[in-house]
């Protein structure tokens, strides 16, 4: 392959990538978690917290953002929720309710 | 029966099960999410709608980027500024939203600019004075917001988010506008002119931002059992008319309709007929300004290439970069 045609394949190359999607975390306030707030796309990281600002946090939404690129997150599959979270459901001695306590006792 | 024509069979069965549990998710207002299992006519129908919706936002900021640099006034300049720039961040949220549904940013963007997509045709009327910012917001605005308050209810979870962000930006939006409204109605006599003027070309194209009427309209009611719809168009545009003509008195400004009438039996204003020819006309791409929109966002697309590929020639450098000093 010659140098000119390389450079036109790395050209073609760099031409098809495209900016990657980001999921933007942000904490309205001191005390409060990070909540996911939406996603955009952006070349990199530094990009993606000023385009996060700019889209999410216009009205003063926000005190911190996190940004995070969405092919790192692995999430749960809905379709196996059955065996991920029906084995809380049965365990209701994991509540205070479950246990009784004779009407004398207070604050406990 | 063959074991392969059994388990097709089967999972016919299993999906018309699945679709009814579907259904009756969406009854109980349970909210649909991206990775939820979908019937593929909810997915089509959303991700239409909701990049419609996104295109929308978009191409809405051309009718009004072209009075930034001559707004009247400081006061006025910033206004207008925030407010496109909400409209570019009502387009980021929605098509955010529409890419949790399997399409791609780049797709949507290929659909808009080759006309396979629509965007709502009321951005293709031109805006040839200012008191065309006054009118926007408080017509077109206005429409909008009755348009998308019902779908911060709506099914999908993405959607319903994005649009109880984009409606709670969205009333200043019609504030600004009736307030360059009032300015200029109590102006000089060639500003309430201008005003008049310009609800008198924004009042039918507003009316027509509802959407067809019940009798034409195709999707209604599939949309209804989904939640994208919670009232009929006729319902919505009634409901605008209602509540805009009291405002345009305020104004001391005249509907543009011989026909308009409070009917105090119905306890609503009686209206005259829409003219829907020009509606499928703009819709079909045969407005005013259907060309140029597209020629301006087309434009600024591809201008932008240089651009886009830089800032990602540039994060991979500096990834390699960062590589080689670990090493």
């Known amino acids: 392959m010659s140098e000119l045609q390389l450079r036109f394949q790395i050209q073609i190359q760099i031409h098809m990538k495209k900016w990657p999607l980001w999921e933007v975390f942000v904490r309205s306030k001191n005390g409060l978690e990070h909540r996911h707030f939406g996603s955009l796309h952006a070349a990199d990281?530094?990009?993606?917290?000023?385009?996060?600002?700019?889209?999410?946090?216009?009205?003063?939404?926000?005190?911190?953002?996190?940004?995070?690129?969405?092919?790192?997150?692995?999430?749960?599959?809905?379709?196996?929720?059955g065996e991920m979270f029906e084995p809380a459901q049965d365990k209701v001695y994991r509540h205070p309710t479950f246990y009784d306590l004779p009407d004398e006792v207070k604050h406990m | 029966m063959s074991p392969e024509r059994k388990a097709t069979i089967m999972s016919e069965e299993q999906i018309n099960n699945l679709e009814k549990q579907f259904e009756e998710r969406i009854a109980r207002d349970e909210k649909i999410e991206p990775k939820d299992w979908m019937p593929e006519k909810y997915r089509k129908t959303h991700i239409r709608q909701m990049s419609q919706h996104a295109h929308s936002e978009i191409v809405g900021m051309l009718p009004e980027g072209n009075w930034i640099t001559r707004a009247p006034s400081l006061r006025r300049k910033v206004a207008l500024l925030a407010k496109v720039q909400d409209e570019a961040g009502h387009g980021l949220y929605l098509y955010s939203a529409t890419e949790t549904l399997g399409i791609s940013r780049d797709e949507m963007y290929e659909q808009l600019h080759t006309g396979k997509a629509k965007y709502s045709s009321i951005f293709n009327y031109p805006t040839i004075t200012w008191a065309d910012m006054g009118a926007i917001g408080w017509l077109v605005d206005g429409a909008a917001i009755i348009n998308q308050v019902p779908l911060c209810n709506t099914s999908y979870g993405p959607y319903a988010r994005a649009m109880i962000r984009v409606c709670k930006e969205?009333?200043?939006?019609?504030?600004?506008?009736?307030?360059?409204?009032?300015k200029l109605s109590n102006g000089t006599p060639e500003q309430k002119e201008m005003a008049q003027d310009a609800l008198n070309r924004w009042w039918w194209p507003a009316l027509m931002m509802l959407g067809p009427t019940?009798?034409?309209?195709?999707?209604?009611?599939?949309?209804?059992?989904?939640?994208?719809?919670?009232?009929?168009?006729?319902?919505?545009?009634?409901?605008?008319?209602?509540?805009?003509?009291?405002?345009?008195?305020?104004?001391?400004?005249?509907?543009?309709d011989p026909d308009l009438k409070w009917n105090e039996e119905r306890g609503s204003y009686d209206f005259g007929e829409i003219n829907w020819d020009e509606f499928w006309q703009v819709v079909k791409g045969h407005g005013p300004c259907n060309k140029e929109r597209m020629k301006a966002r087309v434009g600024a697309w591809e201008r932008g290439e240089w651009v886009r590929d830089a800032a990602m020639a540039y994060a991979e450098k500096s990834q390699e970069r960062k590589k080689k000093q670990v090493v």
């Open chain 1, 45 to 81: 990281a530094d990009m993606a917290l000023e385009n996060a600002r700019d889209v999410y946090t216009r009205r003063n939404e926000g005190v911190s953002i996190w940004v995070v690129e969405s092919k790192n997150i692995t999430a749960s599959n809905p379709e196996h929720n």
């Open chain 2, 170 to 182: 969205e009333s200043f939006h019609q504030r600004q506008g009736f307030e360059i409204m009032l």
């Open chain 2, 214 to 256: 019940d009798a034409e309209s195709v999707h209604t009611e599939q949309s209804m059992k989904w939640k994208l719809k919670r009232k009929s168009n006729d319902d919505l545009r009634q409901q605008f008319i209602d509540q805009t003509v009291p405002q345009a008195d305020i104004l001391g400004l005249t509907i543009p």
